[in-house]
């Protein structure tokens, strides 16, 4: 079986409104579950209201 931590906050219109605390809600997360395999982390699936996600590849940590 496998869990899906997901952040969704849509009534703003702008999911990076929210940047700063949907870091330290996956950093709590990450930390408390990091030696779980079967966790999956969906860090924003419903952009909404025309906004644009950012290009954060170069700041992903390697897998």
Avoid at 12 to 32: H, I, Q, T, W
Avoid at 44 to 62: I, M
């Amino acid at each position: 079986m496998y869990v899906i931590v997901d952040w969704h906050i849509l009534s703003d219109g702008n999911p990076l409104a929210n940047e700063d605390a949907a870091k330290a809600f996956f950093a709590e997360v990450s930390e408390r579950y990091k030696g779980s395999p079967n966790v999956i982390y969906e860090i924003c699936n419903e952009p909404n209201g025309g906004a644009r996600g950012r290009d954060t590849s170069a700041r992903t940590p390697p897998t």
